[in-house]
């Protein structure tokens, strides 16, 4: 099974920081990776796809790189409804796996 | 508009049953593959298990070691989580999603939740 290494698993930042999250797989995943965000008490929001091809309606201070097996989701400037919980997820073979998750907290 | 509305969560006692239902609408229910993902309480998200089109490929997570059935119903355009020998650890939020993952998962339901507990 391929194991998604996600850091770090929290960090704390102001509003219009640049906050940066990565994701290791255990092994080649193409670019299958999705990025999610989850705020308390709602169901997961698609980020990205495939690595860095941005959902329709999200904002652009978003974005998702891709390097070998490391996969970076990048906010350019943190606003206040950025703050949640992310999750990578690796769409590249089953069992589908997800990333421990990264709760971005208020500094 | 997508929608995906689960329902038959619940307390249940430690080796119950429970089946949990996906009914949706918004859509051709046929056309798309679909999944259930969990969320234990506090805890990250884990994906459980797969269902193609027809019905004819199913995964499931190896946590799972054979006590959940995924099935569905075009006819009924609903799916299915037939749970089984249910344990206290499998107490999380139960979500219904459409599509296959490299596609990313745009469509979620709200979850129920299952408890299992004496």
């Known amino acids: 099974d391929i194991q998604m290494t996600q850091s770090p698993s929290s960090l704390s930042a102001s509003v219009g920081d640049r906050v940066t999250i990565t994701c290791r797989a255990s092994q080649s995943i193409s670019t299958y990776l999705n990025w999610y965000q989850q705020k308390p008490g709602k169901g997961p929001k698609l980020l990205i796809s495939?690595?860095?091809s941005l959902q329709t309606g999200v904002p652009s201070r978003f974005s998702g790189s891709a390097s070998g097996t490391f996969f970076t989701l990048t906010i350019s400037s943190l606003q206040p409804e950025d703050f949640a919980t992310y999750y990578c997820q690796e769409a590249y073979t089953m069992p589908l796996t997800f990333g421990g998750g990264t709760k971005v907290e208020n500094k | 508009e997508v929608q995906l509305v689960e329902s038959g969560g619940g307390l249940v006692q430690p080796g119950g049953s429970l089946r949990l239902s996906c009914a949706a609408s918004?859509?051709?229910?046929?056309?798309?593959?679909l999944n259930w993902v969990r969320q234990a309480p506090g805890k990250g998200l884990e994906w459980l298990s797969y269902i193609s089109t027809t019905g004819d490929t199913r995964y499931y997570a190896d946590s799972l070691k054979g006590r959940f059935t995924i099935s569905r119903d075009n006819a009924k355009n609903s799916l299915y989580l037939q749970m089984n020998s249910l344990r206290a650890e499998d107490t999380a939020v139960y979500y219904c999603?459409?599509?296959?993952?490299?596609?990313?998962?745009?469509?979620w339901g709200q979850g129920t939740l299952v408890t299992v507990s004496s």
């Open positions: 999603v459409r599509d296959r993952a490299s596609s990313g998962w745009a469509y």
């Open positions: 918004g859509f051709t229910f046929s056309s798309y593959d």
């Open positions: 495939v690595a860095s």
